[in-house]
């Protein structure tokens, strides 16, 4: 079966500018996870959809990052705009649900400069 | 907020040598998943543990879930250069299917 898809895997923007990631989980997997990867730390939740309904975003920064899963399939993840510290790996996972595996895509590598 | 630890930060082992991390969780844990990352690369599920005291077994690697589920450990036993990377513990308390990953272990393995 095909992987978590992600693009782009590399970015390279300026402060204040806008953003978008790109995530195709594995076929039939309900829940959708992004994460955030700063470099040398392990991987923070952002949000968890289960569907495309949101089971947690608490520690998405809402002011400036948005999500959303549409018709519970591909996702998209958006930072308007991007301060120097988003600059990280975001890493989109999936899963059947509940305490299922999690399988990683191979991460969206942003800079921000 | 609930914290997962990991101990040590780093590691580095001669090719032969036994490798331990520890994980260590603020609150009692329903589960734990273990993950591998390469460098340059993305998590990759290793194993997980439900039951408290569970022990599991792959090849080299044996994992061990607490009495108390809030603590695991991974131990390798003869490290090979192939076992490099972090190793992540991930927790998830009961009611909720949020995981919160470990600082990691990076290991290095010496040739």
């Known amino acids: 079966e095909a992987g978590v898809a992600q693009s782009p895997r590399y970015k390279i923007i300026e402060k204040r500018q806008s953003v978008a990631f790109w995530c195709n989980p594995i076929?039939?997997?309900?829940?959708l996870y992004w994460y955030q990867q700063i470099l040398g730390q392990g991987p923070k939740l952002l949000i968890q959809?289960?569907?495309?309904?949101?089971?947690?975003d608490s520690q998405l920064p809402k002011d400036r990052f948005s999500a959303e899963r549409l018709k519970g399939v591909d996702s998209t993840l958006k930072i308007q705009p991007a301060k120097l510290e988003d600059s990280a790996v975001y890493l989109c996972?999936?899963?059947?649900?509940?305490?299922?595996?999690?399988?990683f895509g191979p991460g969206t590598r942003l800079l921000v400069l | 907020g609930q914290q997962v630890m990991q101990i040590p930060q780093y590691q580095h082992v001669q090719e032969g040598e036994d490798f331990t991390t520890y994980c260590n969780s603020s609150t009692t844990l329903s589960n734990i998943q273990w993950y591998k990352q390469r460098p340059g690369g993305h998590p990759v599920f290793l194993i997980q543990l439900v039951k408290s005291g569970e022990v599991k077994k792959q090849k080299r690697l044996t994992f061990q879930f607490g009495e108390a589920k809030k603590n695991s450990s991974l131990h390798i036993t003869a490290t090979q250069t192939t076992d490099v990377g972090t190793y992540f513990c991930a927790g998830t308390t009961s009611g909720t299917y949020k995981y919160i990953f470990g600082t990691g272990t990076r290991l290095k393995v010496l040739a």
């Open positions: 959809f289960q569907n495309n309904g949101v089971v947690d």
């Open positions: 076929s039939g997997h309900a829940t």
């Open positions: 996972a999936s899963s059947r649900g509940g305490v299922q595996t999690q399988y």
